[in-house]
């Protein structure tokens, strides 16, 4: 299938998804991530009424950047942030997903001030407990935000939280990793739960998604 028969699918599965949760798809948004995608894809999928992509790598954003800029869709950075990209990733994001550290928190502060920005933000929490994901653990969520109101970060503007449910077919180990982040959503009286990818978003949105970041179903 192409982009458009691929979009249309996904729509139709959001809708249909959200039906059952009594849900209003509308308040979910779907984010396409073209990692190794070409900008010709980007701009096929931007003009279809894809409103927000997606990127991990700084590297490859930075080559896309100066097609993709004008063309009215946020951009979100949704990989590993290495501090020595900080800079640039707030040059081209509208959003970053991966903020993990009131460290990174710090220099995201920093880079936007010399810039003069807002930069909106997504925690990342690691909610499966696996080693080799970043994200904090969630037991630190709530001190982290504390910190960040008790600190004059007026550059970073908090969004939500993020995380990622494990690769695995075990719908109950991805269900309670997706839990975990709407019990803290709803703890600290949060808004938007960025999870959900191709192989899990029809869960993440039964357990409060409000943020898809989809590539595979979306570009195959």
Do not use: W
């Not at 991990?56 to 946020?74: H, M, R, T, V």
């Not at 590993?80 to 081209?92: F, G, P, T």
């Not at 994200?135 to 970073?156: A, D, F, I, Q, R």
């Not at 839990?179 to 949105?205: P, R, T, V, Y």
Request: charged fraction near 30%; proline fraction near 3%.
């Amino acid at each position: 299938m192409n982009i458009k028969e691929n979009y249309n699918k996904m729509q139709k599965e959001i809708t249909e998804t959200c039906a059952k949760v009594r849900r209003n798809p509308k308040d979910i948004t779907l984010i396409g991530v073209t990692k190794h995608q070409p900008v010709s894809k980007i701009k096929e999928a931007i003009a279809l009424g894809i409103e927000d992509i997606g990127e991990n790598k700084e590297q490859e954003l930075s080559e896309k950047y100066p097609e993709i800029k004008n063309l009215g869709a946020d951009i979100h950075f949704i990989g590993h942030l290495q501090s020595n990209k900080v800079k640039s990733v707030v040059e081209m994001a509208d959003y970053i997903h991966s903020v993990d550290s009131l460290n990174s928190l710090r220099k995201i502060h920093y880079a936007a001030l010399d810039m003069d920005k807002e930069q909106n933000i997504f925690l990342q929490v690691n909610t499966s407990g696996e080693e080799q994901k970043y994200g904090m653990p969630p037991e630190e969520v709530e001190s982290l935000l504390t910190t960040m109101k008790n600190l004059p970060y007026e550059n970073v503007h908090f969004t939500g939280l993020m995380t990622m449910a494990p690769l695995t077919e075990d719908e109950t180990i991805i269900r309670e990793c997706f839990q975990k982040l709407f019990d803290i959503k709803e703890h600290l009286n949060l808004h938007h739960l960025s999870m959900g990818m191709s192989n899990d978003f029809k869960i993440a949105i039964e357990e409060g998604a409000t943020v898809l970041r989809i590539g595979r179903k979306l570009f195959g």
